[in-house]
């Protein structure tokens, strides 16, 4: 199953502009990622590009639910993942003027919105995946990483 890149937004441009801002040529970054993946015990996990959305990237969701335990325990990309809604202001300046726009950018997790106390997660979808979900829970005083590969839409995934 291939996956989805799950530290990233919608069209992964965060990743893009990480590994173009980083001090790494791409496919240093690239083989960095594999070794990580090594490294983490990622064994049926291979990147062949950066941002998740090529089809040959693949994995298992026993390898996701890995890494999104690893992930989820860094505070950052915990904070990130458990947040409903982030929203920003941005500023343009014109030669007479300036002009603010605020942005909002929702999680689509939906389990965020329920129940349940989630602590860490990511959504995904490219057409060769279908919808994907990738969600660590904690009801009842008890723990739960829960992988959904393949779904066919995004309501069925959750």
């Not at 998740?52 to 994995?59: A, M």
């Not at 995946?129 to 590969?149: D, F, H, K, P």
């Amino acid at each position: 199953m291939n996956i989805e890149a799950w530290i990233t937004p919608v069209d992964n441009a965060a990743t893009r502009a990480l590994v173009r801002e980083c001090s790494l040529a791409p496919d240093d970054f690239l083989a960095r990622m594999n070794q990580k993946a090594l490294e983490l015990g990622l064994t049926h996990t291979r990147y062949v590009e950066f941002t998740g959305l090529d089809e040959r990237n693949v994995s298992t969701a026993a390898d996701v639910a890995r890494l999104l335990r690893v992930a989820a325990d860094h505070p950052t990309i915990h904070g990130i993942s458990i947040t409903r809604s982030y929203e920003f202001r941005s500023t343009r300046t014109y030669a007479t003027r300036s002009a603010s726009r605020i942005h909002t950018i929702g999680n689509t997790n939906r389990l965020l919105y329920g129940r349940y106390e989630i602590l860490g997660g990511k959504t995904g979808f490219i057409q060769e995946s279908g919808y994907c979900l990738a969600t660590w829970v904690r009801t009842q005083g008890r723990e739960m990483i829960a992988v959904v590969l393949g779904a066919p839409t995004n309501a069925t995934r959750f």
